[in-house]
């Protein structure tokens, strides 16, 4: 990642720079509905189920519990999504990208000299998050699907089979969701919006028709009941927080999205749309169990067996209700998987994961991609989520701690940038850091109590995501410290060419170099052949820290003696770099080059484990590894096939 200046956080590309008319952001904030809030739109299907779960039969559900429990879930939604997400976090935006990496690459370089512990523990707890996002990507989708298909359990006179078929729909489903993921989501994508708004107006619906029966329960909204509830069982309190923090999820994917969208649509659709429909589902559900306390069974089994969401609804209702609770849930595990996906990319642009194919499944809509290895090992990951956790409530226990990690570290990266970039004064940074880390604080501490009943699987997960991105990180600047020591500088090489009077034949060649260095397919290429082309272009393609490369700033073009040309090319970390194109474009710049007689020389290293460089021997063969399912030059560059030389070359690390 090499950049100079320092990126803005205000400034916008592509549709956000514009002013939008009041048309252009109703549709946006109408499509945004349908991708940005699908996660945190079937969290009604689990969230209060999971806070009741937290009562034994010994001490049973009461009404103080569920005021207690619904003010806790109104203000953890108030505070967390309203306030941080919605109000700051939404103004840290690299060109109009959110995400963890815009994050961190909107920390100035220029202010790190020196400081290299620093930038290094900063870039560390961005991988952290993405390998935390990671584990939210598994667990999204299983969660989702599975608590929807749940309530055929809630089937009048259910037949026994039911409850093992749940398992097999679920995995089903998640086969099904990633298998089309190939042909994107374009065309089925203009359904999501229409759907997920009679989603909410559903949500909005149940939760209305239960209130007006039961309105006392709007007093919930006071904070009071969160002040009594901690009273009478502080360490109750705490705990619960962890299921609470189930009605936040989705918050993250909120800010990741962003760049899709726009700040202003997003805002739109949260508090004139979806935030109202939320809190009227969970007071619906919340008025459900108290009249349920008031004039159902006493019996403690009874209470524990409530499944709130699908109780509200009448019994003939239930199956289309299971059918477009599955609809809502695939549309939230859709979001996430786009999520993962360009945080992957991301990750991969900026040099912590090997080269990976990316195939545009829309040609006019540059976020929409599909990562079929990405694809793949979420897919082996979900099955095998389910399959470890296969009840919505086990789930809910790994699921909490990926989303309070990665809040925390959110708030983190957000304080210093707002103090390096945005010049906050310390007491600024102080205040609002510690007011939004003490309660994602609260909700991590009380989701670290559930490590061992389902914690464990996200911290797994994590780190092992972690450690790949760190031994990537470390081992590509191994080998490229090995190539750098080897090569000759390119001056050098010139004079050779003079010296030893190689001769030229027509065409084109073209090297792909990483820096004034010789590249080694260039060197093995006159070694073995004893000619070179007439024209030579020595192209280098280096990641900035903005989502789009401006045009400016595209392409260089430096005349060198004998027909050789350096073409500097300058990518953002959510494009995929096209040599052929960049070339074209160097046209622009005075390059003259016939692209039928041109020939590209591209370099591929077989990593050897038994060099004496300072990693672990387990390390070497875990990025020897993934060296091998790297993604060629061919497919990375988008280089014609058939016009690709390649030189294989072993290096010891």
Not at 39 to 50: H, N, V
Not at 497 to 521: H, I, M, Q, Y
Request: charged letters at 15%.
């Amino acid at each position: 990642m090499q950049d100079n200046a320092a990126p803005t956080s205000e400034s916008h590309h592509s549709h956000h720079a514009i002013r939008l008319t009041p048309k252009q952001t109703a549709a946006l904030s109408l499509a945004a509905i349908g991708v940005v809030f699908g996660d945190i739109g079937t969290s009604p299907l689990y969230a209060l189920k999971a806070c009741m779960e937290h009562r034994s039969h010994s001490n049973p559900i009461d009404e103080s519990y569920i005021f207690g429990i619904l003010s806790m879930m109104t203000w953890a939604l108030l505070l967390t999504v309203n306030l941080k997400y919605l109000l700051v976090i939404l103004r840290a935006t690299n060109r109009g990208e959110g995400g963890i990496f815009s994050l961190l690459s909107l920390i100035p370089r220029s202010l790190n000299k020196g400081r290299g512990f620093r930038t290094r523990t900063l870039v560390l707890l961005a991988m952290l998050g993405a390998g935390l996002l990671f584990g939210d990507g598994l667990i999204t989708p299983s969660i989702s699907v599975l608590s929807a298909v749940e309530g055929l359990k809630e089937l009048p006179n259910a037949p026994t089979w039911i409850e093992q078929a749940i398992l097999p729909i679920t995995l089903a489903i998640l086969l099904l969701l990633f298998a089309v993921q190939q042909f994107g989501t374009g065309s089925i994508g203009k359904f999501f919006g229409p759907i997920m708004i009679a989603w909410f107006l559903l949500l909005a619906a149940m939760g209305l028709y239960q209130i007006q029966m039961n309105p006392e329960i709007i007093k919930a909204l006071n904070p009071h009941y969160v002040w009594i509830f901690i009273q009478s069982d502080p360490l109750q309190a705490f705990t619960v927080l962890g299921s609470v923090v189930l009605v936040v999820t989705g918050a993250e994917a909120l800010y990741a999205d962003v760049g899709h969208f726009g700040k202003f649509p997003i805002q739109i659709a949260w508090y004139t749309f979806v935030l109202p429909a939320l809190l009227l589902n969970y007071f619906g559900q919340g008025a459900y169990v108290l009249d349920f306390l008031r004039h159902g069974s006493p019996d403690a089994e009874a209470i524990h067996s409530l499944r709130p969401f699908y109780g509200m609804a009448p019994e003939w209702s239930i199956v289309p209700l299971v059918i477009i609770a599955t609809i809502a849930a695939i549309i939230a595990s859709q979001a996430m998987i786009s999520g993962v996906f360009s945080i992957a990319r991301q990750a991969v642009r900026l040099g912590y994961l090997p080269r990976l194919r990316v195939v545009h499944t829309s040609s006019d809509t540059e976020g929409q991609i599909y990562l079929p290895a990405v694809n793949l090992i979420m897919l082996v990951g979900c099955v095998m989520t389910v399959i470890l956790f296969p009840s919505s409530e086990k789930l809910g226990s790994a699921y909490g701690i990926a989303v309070t990690g990665n809040m925390i570290i959110t708030t983190i990266l957000f304080g210093v940038m707002a103090r390096r970039l945005w010049r906050w004064k310390r007491w600024q940074v102080i205040v609002v850091g510690s007011f939004f880390l003490s309660i994602d604080g609260l909700f991590f501490g009380a989701n670290m109590l559930k490590v061992l009943t389902g914690g464990w699987f996200a911290i797994v997960i994590a780190l092992g995501a972690t450690m790949i991105m760190l031994t990537w990180q470390q081992g590509s600047y191994l080998l490229g410290k090995k190539f750098a020591e080897t090569a000759s500088n390119i001056h050098e090489f010139l004079a050779s060419l003079w010296v030893k009077e190689v001769p030229r034949v027509p065409g084109t060649a073209v090297f792909l170099t990483t820096n004034n260095a010789t590249p080694f397919s260039l060197s093995s290429f006159v070694e073995h052949s004893h000619v070179l082309h007439q024209q030579v272009l020595l192209v280098s393609v280096t990641s900035i820290n903005l989502p789009v490369a401006p045009p400016q700033r595209q392409i260089r073009v430096t005349w060198m003696p004998d027909g050789f040309y350096k073409v500097s090319a300058q990518c953002g970390f959510m494009e995929s770099p096209d040599i052929p194109k960049l070339l074209e474009k160097a046209r622009e710049h005075g390059l003259v080059w016939d692209a039928e007689s041109t020939t590209y020389f591209a370099r591929r290293v077989v990593v050897l484990t038994t060099g004496n460089s300072p990693m672990a021997l387990w390390r070497k063969r875990l990025f020897a590894s993934l060296s091998t399912v790297a993604t060629d030059s061919v497919r990375t560059f988008n280089l014609p096939p058939s016009r690709v030389v390649e030189f294989g070359v072993q290096m010891e690390l």
